[in-house]
Nanobody, 124 residues
Framework: QVKLVESGGGLVQTGGSLRLSCAAS????????MAWFRQAPGKEREFVAG?????????EYADSVKGRFTISRDNAKNTVYLQMNSLKPEDTAVYFC????????????????WGQGTQVTVSS
């Protein structure tokens, strides 16, 4: 049974930082590409950042977060992180961790496993 549990969300002022974590109870973590998506009220769930399986040398970011967010993984801890800096009010959303076996993609339809989400609120 695969389980993803996000943590680290909260309320932060504009310009602040947060670090999200996603702990995975999963077979062989390194086999899975991992990604972060987010969903704001009334909007569709959108890709934020992804990291490839195995070494995680390949990463990809949505244009809206490039240069501000960094995704990383620790295969020894079965955990993926999202470091979020220079936060803006438009980053306010529920952030979801997702996993799939194979290469990372940006499409939410390609991911098989999802966490329950963690709320990030950025005040202006």
């Amino acid at each position: 049974q695969v389980k993803l549990v996000e943590s680290g969300g909260g309320l932060v002022q504009t310009g602040g930082s947060l670090r999200l974590s996603c702990a995975a109870s999963i077979g062989t973590f390194s086999l899975y590409a991992m990604a972060w998506f987010r969903q704001a009220p009334g909007k569709e769930r959108e890709f934020v950042a992804g990291i490839n399986n195995w070494t995680g040398r390949t990463t990809e970011y949505a244009d809206s977060v490039k240069g501000r967010f960094t995704i990383s993984r620790d295969n020894a801890k079965n955990t993926v992180y999202l470091q979020m800096n220079s936060l803006k009010p438009e980053d306010t959303a529920v952030y979801f961790c997702a996993a799939r076996i194979g290469p990372m993609t940006v499409s939410r339809n390609d991911y098989d496993y999802w966490g329950q989400g963690t709320q990030v609120t950025v005040s202006s």
